[in-house]
């Protein structure tokens, strides 16, 4: 079997993107985005994203970490989906409606002299009563600088879901923390029945964070667009930011703004990095 593919990425968060709108979701896709994403086997990427019909909006995305797990959201991977979408003229719209595991998002694309800047999306509401993050312990409350142990570090936990679920630290420095220990202790952490994202950030002023990353189901990437914005949910909790704000990852610069409708917009780039012919191989 052969597979025609798009390769994308936004601040360094990459995708391999599948139009699946004619043959719909492969049944071996957790096992072909193992095989797609690994970066020696495979053409190498975070995630696996597949482009499908909908019967409620515009179009369907379907998310797979590199661990073959489906992620119900991915806020770097829904800004290479819109711009995969309007640049391949699958729609003419600018502003569309895609089905996410968070719901009906609404990305627009932001075009100025013909040229395309970057993506806005509408990414919903972030949902704070941890029994729907899902965080076990504290029934319908929200976990808002809650004390956390992991691997025998005391860290101050606030946790949101924007469809999936973070946990949001704040550090004196990103670069104290290792991430690629302390990361996978806290995705296993008891707390967190369906495991978790969680990000280490740091509060520069009221509108600058910086933020590092463990992704759930992928290590450490360069960016997670629903974990900035989970990142804002948690600083302006802690009043400790403004409710619009750039959040800096290692792989490029984000805006993020909680509106008064409480929906929380995300404007960052998403570029096309090139786009080939996939051969699955046995193991798929
Ligand atoms: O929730 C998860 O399992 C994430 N690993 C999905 C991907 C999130 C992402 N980094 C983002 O930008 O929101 C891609």
């Known amino acids: 079997m052969t597979l025609a593919f798009t390769k994308w990425q936004g601040c360094g968060n990459d995708f391999v993107l599948v139009d699946g709108r004619g043959r719909g979701l492969p049944t071996n896709a957790a096992a072909l985005s193992r095989c797609i994403c690994d970066r020696h086997y495979g053409i190498g990427a975070d995630g696996l994203i597949f482009v499908l019909s909908s019967s409620v909006a515009d179009f369907c995305m379907r998310i797979f970490n590199a661990d073959g797990s489906e992620a119900e959201m991915c806020g770097n991977g829904i800004r290479c989906f819109a711009r995969f979408v309007y640049d391949e003229g699958m729609t003419d719209k600018e502003n569309f409606t895609v089905e996410t595991g968070a719901g009906i998002l609404v990305p627009r694309i932001i075009n100025e002299n013909g040229k395309t800047l970057g993506v806005e999306v509408d990414m919903g509401e972030p949902v704070l009563e941890a029994k729907h993050i899902p965080v076990e312990g504290f029934g319908e409350n929200r976990v808002i600088a809650e004390e956390i142990e992991v691997l025998g570090q005391k860290f101050q936990a606030t946790c949101v879901s924007m469809g ?18 302390v990361g996978p202790a806290f995705e296993q952490h008891r707390w967190f029945p369906k495991r978790t994202n969680t990000e280490f950030v740091v509060i520069r002023d009221r509108t600058h964070l910086r933020m590092r990353v463990w992704e759930r189901g992928a290590a450490v990437t360069l960016a997670c667009g629903t974990g900035a914005c989970a990142s804002l949910v948690a600083a302006v909790l802690n009043g400790r930011a403004e409710r619009n704000a750039e959040v800096e990852l290692d792989g490029g610069r984000l805006q993020i703004a909680w509106k008064e409708n409480n929906h929380i917009y995300m404007t960052g780039p998403a570029e096309r990095v090139f786009s080939g012919v996939y051969e699955e191989g046995d193991q798929c």
């Open 164 to 181: 999936n679920p973070h946990c949001v630290v704040f550090v004196g420095d990103v670069n104290d923390v290792a991430i690629d220990k």
